[in-house]
């Protein structure tokens, strides 16, 4: 699986969007990105995930570039509950695991 | 409601002895798999199983072992040969393959070892 990086922390106001970056710059054609969090002492949950196209659904928008070498997770109205480590994973189609690396903690502040 | 459990949330052993850790899921999925995570660090994958009957090791399966005699079921048994135990263990399952990415996990067990 490709290797992501995100920065290790950010703050959010309350109320703003949040955009959290993702670089995978080494992405293969057949690779999915996919964002999940977790909340602390929590397991983690799914967030979104997409291939070329941006993607949006109840919980954030992810968009990605062109090129596929990076992208960016938006929180667009972000609360306190959404204070967490938000991880940014590539996944290959049909593999069966998911490599969690750091990811970006994420403090929303009011 | 369709989840995960996973019991208990906090569990104490002495060094030596063997603990298995329960996971149970009403999600009616086929994959399930065991995750540890340490302080600070990302989780990282112990075993998976794709279908009853079946599974396989992750990166870290040293000193764990897992059995999948039922779909709902997937307990995780820590052995005295797994040098650092103590951690927090994440149980989480997918409809299926194609769908592995989209994981829903358990609330975790916090595994001490003294």
């Known amino acids: 699986d490709a290797k992501t990086t995100q920065p290790p922390s950010m703050d959010c106001a309350e109320g703003r969007a949040a955009n959290l970056p993702c670089n995978h710059s080494t992405i293969s054609g057949n690779e999915y990105v996919y964002w999940y969090r977790q909340i602390h002492s929590q397991g983690p949950q799914y967030i979104i995930h997409g291939l070329k196209n941006n993607e949006t659904n109840e919980m954030a928008s992810l968009i990605i570039t062109e090129d596929r070498k990076s992208s960016t997770l938006i929180l667009p109205h972000a609360t306190l509950r959404d204070t967490a480590v938000y991880y940014c994973i590539a996944r290959r189609i049909n593999d069966y695991k998911l490599s969690f690396g750091a990811g970006t903690t994420v403090t929303v502040r009011a | 409601d369709g989840g995960i459990t996973q019991s208990p949330k906090y569990l104490f052993r002495k060094e030596g002895q063997n603990v298995t850790l329960s996971c149970e899921q009403n999600l009616n999925h086929d994959a399930m798999y065991w995750y540890r995570q340490d302080p600070g660090q990302g989780l990282r994958l112990i075993y998976y199983?794709?279908?009853?009957?079946?599974?396989q090791k992750g990166d870290i399966a040293e000193g764990y072992s897992v059995s999948r005699e039922k779909k709902e079921s997937f307990p995780l048994t820590v052995t005295s040969a797994q040098k650092n135990p103590t951690a927090f263990y994440l149980c989480?399952?997918?409809?299926?393959?194609?769908?592995?990415?989209?994981?829903?996990f358990g609330p975790g067990t916090r595994l001490t070892v003294t």
């Open positions: 989480a399952s997918s409809r299926d393959r194609d769908r592995g990415g989209e994981q829903y």
């Open positions: 199983s794709q279908i009853v009957n079946d599974f």
